[in-house]
Structure formats: C-alpha cells, structure tokens
C-alpha cells in the first residue's frame, strides 16, 4: 500500500501548504449491478470538528492509509489500515481524526436487495443482515482482498473489481457473525497512544520494532500496552506488526523490479524463507507468483 499512502501524505501536505480546511474526495473507480467502489481520500485533523453522515447503502469500506475514529451503533471504534468500516443502510455515523490527520479507504456500497442476495447465495442468511458491530480488526482473511484492491486502485484495470465485490462481501459476513465480547470502551488517552502507535508501525513498518520498543514508544508498561493496543484494534501489536510489513511487501513486489530477498529485508524479516512462508499464509501465493501476477494485470 505505499503509493496509497504516499498520496495521502501528499493531499495532507498540499492542504497544510495552501491552509485550507479539511475535506473528502471519492474517486469512482468501478460499479456493477448492485454495487459501486470509490477511492475515498479524507484530509480532516484534530482542529476540524467530527462530521455526522448517514449511509445511503451497506458500506464496507477496506482502511488502507492513515487512522480515524468511526462511531455509529452499537459503539465507537478506532479504524487503522488492514480493518474494515461496517455500515448499515441508512445508519447515522460519525467520523472524527482526534489523534491523527487524514486516513484513505477503498469503499463497497451495496444496494441492499444485493447484499441480502449475496449473503443468502453465500449461505449466510440467519435472519437480520444487519451487521451487529462497525469493525472488522485486520484479520489475514481479507489480507489478499485489500492488497488486490490497493493494486487496482492504482492502476488501470478494472477486471479486479467484480469478483472482489462478491468476495468482499461474503467474507465480511462470516468475520462479522461473531458475537461481540462485552467490555469497557477504551479511554480517549488510550486511542491517542494506540493511534500514535500505529501511525510509527505504518511509516517505519521494516524497523526493528518489538513489544518493548513499541510501548516505551507509547508511554506505557508492556502488559498495558500489549492489552490497550488490542482491546483498542481488535489485533496484538506483532499481529498488526506482521501484516504492515506483508503490506508493504507486497505493494512493491507489484511496483518495482527489486529482488524478493531485498523486499524482505527492507520490510522487516531478517529470514528469507520465513518471509516466504508468511507471505504464502497471508496471500495464498508465493512472492514470486504474487509478482507475476502483478505485471500479467498490467500487461
């Protein structure tokens, strides 16, 4: 995802420049009978005020740069690349950059007659298809669908975009059929140090970081930070730690012609064969095949 986030620091950096409030842009980039995809770039910071909408379709937004704050019913969450945003059609929400400015998402609208469709043609259906919660954490699940819709945001083709939607969905309906623990909402100071958190893991994802680093970084014990960091993301840190680094990979395997074991090393695995063995888990292909895979879309 790094020319996803490059472009986010660069709108971010464009508007501190020209001093101009903060905004979102969508880019259409594909739709279908049912459905429609954009490429949502939001500059909003701390000194802008949260802004309430509501949502005109089942939403399934994939967070691929930058941190934000989503409140809709029944909680409030902390969305960080690698989660997805859950949104029920005609449901009011709230979407706030407290600890941190701008964030970009690859974001699935869907007629509700067609998601009602898919879900029953996916063998989902068990009454209301209403989602009972506003997260889906960064699980390797969806590692391969947000790498391919990264990919397609930025490029030229458009074939990736309708068996995403169909799989984006039913995959999203699975993740988000599990009951939800009860449990204290997480204090404002602690999403701010989680927040903080991510945004070092994200820019600096190839760092020797570690659990000791990581919550020195924070201010924080090791205990509290390692059960804040989840309770606040949904993840542990080396889960959100892993899947930055496979990000990153990733993405420049598909723009560049550097060699795999260099891409390795840059992004944080000190073994070639366990860089391997990671990539194939998360994307379901070797780095090599992920590559080619990559320049046959482009050719």
Known sequence: MGKIAVTLKQALAQREQEGVPGGTSARPLASGAGWDVADVLCTFGPRDRPFEERHDGVRIAMVVAG????????????????????GNNGDCFECGHRHGAGDRC??????PAY???????????????????????????????????????SGSDSTVWDELAVELAAATL???????????????????????????????PGAPHTLASLAAAAGLSEFYFLRTFQRVTGVTPHQYLLRSRLRAAAQRLQDGGAKVVDIALDCGFNDLSNFNHAFRAEFAASPRAWRAWGRARRA
């Open 106 to 111: 690859v974001a699935f609208r869907y007629a």
């Open 174 to 204: 699975r993740a988000a059929g599990a009951p939800l623990r009860a449990e204290a909402p997480a204090s404002a100071a602690a999403w701010s140090r989680v927040a903080q958190t991510v945004g070092l893991i994200d820019d600096t």
């Open 67 to 86: 941190s934000f704050g989503y409140r809709a019913a029944p909680r409030r969450e902390l969305l960080t690349p690698g989660t997805l945003l859950l």
């Open 115 to 153: 998601f009602e469709k898919l879900a029953v043609d996916a063998g989902l259906a068990s009454g209301s298809f209403d989602f009972k919660r506003t997260r889906v954490p960064s699980l390797r699940a969806f590692s391969p669908l947000i790498a391919r819709a990264c990919a397609g945001a």
